[in-house]
Each structure stands twice: as structure tokens, then as C-alpha cells.
């Protein structure tokens, strides 16, 4: 039957547009689409066959997709919604314009070029909407959500009123009004999304510029504090020369080793975000006494956005550092090669490790970084491992960055 094969593209389409913005499960992208159209098919069929037409199918459809979406994807319910509402959106503006073209060019074109129609403009549409890989606070995208979703139910309405009627001037005018009113709302929302993440990242990169000048002050501070204390040192020493105290230069000596080791040691790589990162968190782990070892070898830049490597290193090293006991030690291994960035870190732990990474001061937020990290891991096409035994924790992720 022609509906049974309308069916499976629309399905085929509708996945295929959600997993392009949306973080799919490793390897669950083709069970997802074979679930999608199963199910699509046996609804349309239930639907048609029992009389249950007082519901809207597409709002039917609607809460399927979403319900999958969540099933199959690591994404935020708010995320989820948005995608599948504007996936929705989408498929109607392509019915549409289908509808103009018959109606402007005296056509009959066949629902089958309204598939043509998605999939072409789709592919440009998501491939700049992939670019932002954009990241709402939760509040916004539930107002983005009732927007798209206000838009729909006006649109639907009046493209079903004119199919009904079938009346060509006044209701073509009205569905060009539809049309271009659907574009534009679109447009917006785009152009809204664009800006939002631009200064997003703006914004991340000049926070990690002043984080890394403030640590930069705090070692100036340092190293003027330290060449104080040699200057009476020296004199100190002249006197004790001058005595013959030998002794007493050897205990003051001693005594002073702990000047040089106190000054935490930066890294400084090819790479200025990672410097910044790690430079900062370094300065948080001086705070706490605790000694961070790394070997980093990355170029100066790397096929990530800003903002992503911020939020990924930062929630590791948070963890890191808030795991890690009083005069522990910290190891960073960095490394980027065929397209894979490799990143390990291994933190001492003691008894009052807790193996739910909950933190202490801030267990409203538990789990919340570690969820993020995992998001990100997923999102690049990555692996995450994590071990621990009773001295160390050991956390290594492997990013496909192309």
C-alpha cells in the first residue's frame, strides 16, 4: 500500500532529522529508526482501522517520537521536546510549500515530492544547525518550545481549513501568510540561537582569559613574596659566614626548601585553552595542597568548540581535585593523535572517598558533572572508563575529534 511506504520514509526522515541533533546512543541509531517505523506503521494502521479520530494523529505521533527520542538519546527533556517540535514544524513548512507549488504553478505534484523537499533543505538546515551544537538553559527552551508549539497548532489549523474548503484565492493568500510566517518565526529562532551561543562562547573564552591572569597575579605575588624573604635570607647567611656558623646556614637552608616547592609549577603548551583550564584548576589544587604532575602533548588548536573542551576538562578535574585528600597528587595526561584526543587523570583518594562522586559542598548539583562528561563523550563518539582501588581514582576518555 502507498500510505505503508509514505510512512516508512516520513519515519525514516523524522529519526533521521532528531539523530542529527540529538545525541543518539552508541550503535543505536538504526535500532531506532527500525523501532520508529514499526511503530509509526502500527499507529497510522490502529488509527485507521478503530474509530479514534477524535485525536489528532500528528499529536499522536508527536508524543511517540518524543517518548523515543528519550528512550534512544542522552539529551535533557527539554532538548528532546525542542528537537521533536521542531522537527514537526519543519514537516509542516515542507507540506506547505508543496501546497504552493501545486496551487501557484497549477501542479499536481505528489506527497512524495514533500519527502524530496525535506530531505534536500534538511540536509543544509541541520548541517548549520549541527554547527552550533547549541546548549539552553532549561527555561529557554521550554519558551522556545511553547512558541514553535503555538506556531504549529495555527499552522496546522489552517492548511487542514483550506484543504477542506479548497478555495483558491482568499485561502492561498492566507496560506502564504502561514508560510512566510512559519519561515520567519524559524528564522528568528534561529538567528536568536546563533547569538545566544556565539556570546556563550564568548563569554567562556574571556572567563577563562581572566582566570588565567588571576593565577598568573597570584604567582606574581608569590615569587615577590619569596625574593623578600632571601633578601634578609642572604643577610642572614653573610652573618652566619661571618661566624663560621656552618651548622646554622646548613638548618636555615633546610628550613627554606619549602619556598621554591610551594610555587606551583604552570603548564604551558601550544594549546592556550588547555593552558588556561588547567593552569586555573592548578591554582585551585595549590590551594588545597595539592601537587598536579602533567604531560600534555596537543596542537594549538584542536576541532572542538571552546566551550565543550572548557566543560569537559573543567567537570574532570573539578572531580579531580574535589576527591583528591590534602597533599595529594594529581597526574594529567593529555595526549591528541589520528583524530583521537586522549585525556587521563588519576587522583589520589583516601578513606573518605566517595564512590558516588558526590561532593560535599554542593550536593544539589550531584551527578550533574559527571552526566556532562559522559554527554560529551557520547557526543564525540567516544569511550569513557573509570577505575578506582583504595589509593587511586583513574578516569580516561578517548574524544573522535574530525
Given at each position: 500500500m502507498e500510505w505503508i511506504s509514505l510512512n516508512i520514509i516520513g519515519s525514516l526522515l523524522q529519526t533521521w532529522f532528531v539523530t542529527e541533533l540529538l545525541d543518539i546512543k552508541k550503535n543505536m541509531s538504526w535500532f531506532y529508526r527500525i523501532v520508529m517505523v514499526i511503530i509509526n506503521v502500527s499507529?497510522?494502521?490502529i488509527y485507521g482501522l478503530t474509530d479514534i479520530s477524535d485525536i489528532p494523529l500528528v499529536f499522536i505521533l508527536f508524543i511517540l517520537n518524543f517518548i523515543l527520542a528519550y528512550i534512544f538519546t542522552y539529551n535533557k527533556i527539554s532538548e528532546i521536546l525542542f528537537v521533536v517540535m521542531l522537527?514537526?514544524?519543519?514537516?509542516?513548512?515542507?507540506?506547505?510549500?508543496?501546497l504552493f507549488i501545486n496551487e501557484l504553478c497549477l501542479l499536481e505534484l505528489d506527497i512524495y515530492y514533500t519527502k524530496i523537499f525535506y530531505f534536500v533543505l534538511g540536509f543544509f538546515f541541520l548541517k548549520r544547525l549541527k554547527v552550533m551544537r547549541v546548549t539552553l538553559h532549561q527555561t529557554n527552551d521550554y519558551i522556545l518550545i511553547v512558541i514553535l508549539?503555538?506556531?504549529?497548532?495555527?499552522?496546522s489549523f489552517f492548511t487542514q481549513?483550506?484543504?477542506?474548503?479548497?478555495?483558491?484565492?482568499?485561502?492561498?493568500?492566507?496560506m502564504f501568510g502561514i508560510l512566510l510566517l512559519c519561515l520567519l518565526s524559524v528564522f528568528i529562532l534561529l538567528l536568536y540561537l546563533f547569538d545566544l551561543n556565539n556570546k556563550k562562547e564568548k563569554y567562556e573564552k574571556l572567563k577563562q582569559e581572566f582566570k588565567n591572569e588571576q593565577a598568573l597575579l597570584h604567582i606574581y605575588d608569590q615569587l615577590k613574596m619569596t625574593k623578600h624573604d632571601l633578601k634578609h635570607d642572604y643577610q642572614l647567611i653573610d652573618h652566619y659566614l661571618n661566624q663560621k656558623a656552618y651548622v646554622?646556614?646548613?638548618?636555615?637552608i633546610n628550613?627554606?626548601?619549602?619556598?621554591?616547592?610551594?610555587?606551583?609549577?604552570?603548564?604551558?603548551?601550544?594549546?592556550?585553552?588547555?593552558?588556561?583550564?588547567i593552569n586555573n584548576k592548578m591554582m585551585n589544587a595549590d590551594v588545597k595542597g595539592i601537587k598536579v604532575e602533567c604531560l600534555i602533548n596537543i596542537p594549538q588548536s584542536l576541532p572542538i568548540q571552546d566551550y565543550v573542551l572548557n566543560d569537559l576538562l573543567s567537570n574532570v578535574l573539578d572531580n579531580a581535585i574535589e576527591n583528591c585528600p590534602k597533599n595529594g597528587l594529581i597526574r594529567i595526561n593529555i595526549l591528541f593523535g589520528q583524530?583521537?584526543?586522549?585525556?587521563?587523570?588519576?587522583?589520589?583518594?583516601?578513606?573518605?572517598?566517595?564512590?558516588?562522586?558526590k561532593t560535599k559542598k554542593d550536593k544539589q548539583n550531584h551527578g550533574y558533572g559527571l552526566k556532562s562528561i559522559r554527554r560529551i563523550v557520547h557526543q564525540y563518539?567516544?569511550?569513557?572508563?573509570?577505575?578506582?582501588?583504595?589509593?587511586?581514582?583513574?578516569?580516561?576518555?578517548?574524544?573522535?575529534?574530525q
Open positions: 499507529i497510522v494502521t522537527e514537526n514544524m519543519y514537516s509542516l513548512t515542507m507540506n506547505i510549500i508543496l508549539f503555538g506556531l504549529y497548532c495555527v499552522s481549513e483550506y484543504l477542506v474548503l479548497k478555495s483558491n484565492t482568499p485561502e492561498l493568500i492566507k646554622k646556614i646548613k638548618e636555615l628550613n627554606r626548601k619549602h619556598i621554591i616547592t610551594s610555587i606551583p609549577v604552570f603548564v604551558k603548551t601550544k594549546n592556550e585553552l588547555i593552558n588556561a583550564i583524530s583521537i584526543l586522549h585525556i587521563q587523570v588519576i587522583n589520589d583518594i583516601d578513606f573518605s572517598f566517595d564512590q558516588t562522586l563518539h567516544g569511550e569513557m572508563n573509570i577505575q578506582y582501588d583504595d589509593k587511586s581514582f583513574i578516569i580516561q576518555l578517548s574524544l573522535l575529534l
